[in-house]
């Protein structure tokens, strides 16, 4: 009897510690199937990453190739909306997009406004971005107009209702009309560290110390390239708690470190987070070059080139600020601005711009190398946003 028992156990035993070995077997098989399942995704994804990048380029050079010299230098710049000629001036120029200001809203409607942009699209050859500054709040065209109902707020305001959530439906909301209207850039998130109220652009920052203003630009940036809506961080390198440059010429007297510690903090953030665009500012940035403003100052766009390791597009402020119209004349900003390192220009000089430019490059003074650089950045955003 024991001994029947005892060979009983055994069994039971014997078979408990196949059925063991089996679910080890079978947990490895799953859980190698899983890892492969997994490696198989991953190189999927970057098969389709490659191919995504590979048709970019390739749609880029073919266009490119195409383009006369004329073409090229028009791709360059984002020009204010003309009061007269403004679809000869697109065939004319060959401009790179439009920036829509308040004129060019007043008293339309979004459908108005839609066909107007239509009009613009149907005049170029290449297509062109159309950009409208929209932060929200003291800076927002179409709230001003009341294209919009109700009003994009602003970033402070936002975050006081609702918090970080409210930001990224802030942005939902800006994508979804802006794709209605046929617009591709917001100009913005403001990337500016501001924590005082009297300062000229608190009002346009989230109001927060360099860590609250990265993970607002940052949040933004992620929103807005997953929404397709071009980005562009502004002012480099911080506007601080410097007056205002649109009404004069602006000096900024901060140490290189605490630039470093404090206002490229959220530029950096924004850069890692995949902004397309940085626009600089026209304030005189005596730590970095104490001779000339910083939009066409060549030692300023290294510092975001080579120390920031920005690869994007790099523009101007709008040229007519008096911070750099009462420095330098117009045609003269627009080839220093190009030279300094800019890839977009924003004006409404462009007429006697752009022949000034061809003619400095006939000259030798503006390479074409440098002029294919710039556009083939340019012309890659605009196939990355769906544009082209």
Not at 105 to 130: R, V
Not at 211 to 228: A, D, N, P
Not at 291 to 311: C, M, Q, W, Y
């Amino acid at each position: 009897m024991k001994k029947r028992i005892f060979m009983s156990v055994l069994m039971l035993s014997a078979i408990v510690t196949m059925a063991a070995c089996g679910g080890s077997d079978t947990q490895n098989s799953t859980g190698s199937d899983a890892k492969k399942t997994t490696e198989t995704s991953s190189k999927k994804e970057q098969t389709n990453n490659t191919d995504k990048k590979s048709s970019v380029e390739t749609k880029v050079d073919k266009l490119m190739e195409k383009m006369t010299l004329e073409e090229k230098v028009g791709q360059l710049f984002l020009a204010r909306v003309p009061e007269q000629n403004q679809i000869a001036d697109i065939e004319n120029y060959h401009l790179g997009g439009y920036l829509l200001f308040d004129r060019d809203m007043e008293g339309k409607g979004q459908s108005d406004l839609k066909q107007t942009i239509a009009s613009y699209q149907a005049a170029s050859k290449t297509p062109m971005f159309i950009a409208s500054d929209e932060e929200g709040g003291t800076v927002s065209r179409l709230s001003r107009n009341q294209i919009v109902t109700p009003a994009f707020a602003s970033p402070q305001a936002i975050y006081q209702k609702d918090g970080w959530d409210g930001i990224t439906k802030d942005i939902e909301r800006k994508a979804q009309i802006f794709k209605e209207l046929g617009i591709q850039l917001g100009m913005f998130p403001d990337a500016d560290v501001s924590t005082d109220p009297q300062s000229f652009i608190y009002d346009r920052t989230i109001g927060m110390d360099a860590e609250g203003t990265s993970k607002y630009v940052s949040l933004s940036v992620e929103e807005m390239k997953k929404q397709k809506v071009g980005s562009t961080l502004k002012h480099f390198p911080g506007y601080g708690n410097n007056r205002d440059s649109h009404v004069e010429i602006v000096t900024d007297d901060r140490p290189i470190d605490e630039l470093r510690k404090n206002d490229f903090v959220p530029f950096e953030a924004g850069i890692k987070a995949g902004a397309d665009s940085i626009m600089v500012s026209h304030n005189i940035i005596q730590a970095i070059d104490g001779n000339r403003p910083a939009s066409i100052s060549k030692p300023v766009h290294d510092t975001i080139r080579n120390e920031l390791g920005f690869k994007g597009v790099i523009m101007t402020d709008d040229m007519d600020m008096a911070g750099l119209a009462d420095f330098i004349s117009q045609d003269e900003a627009g080839l220093q601005a190009l030279q300094a390192g800019n890839d977009l220009v924003l004006s409404s000089s462009y007429s006697t711009q752009i022949p000034y430019i061809l003619n400095a490059i006939k000259k030798g003074e503006y390479s074409e190398q440098q002029l294919d650089q710039s556009l083939e950045r340019l012309l890659t955003w605009k196939a990355e946003l769906g544009v082209i």
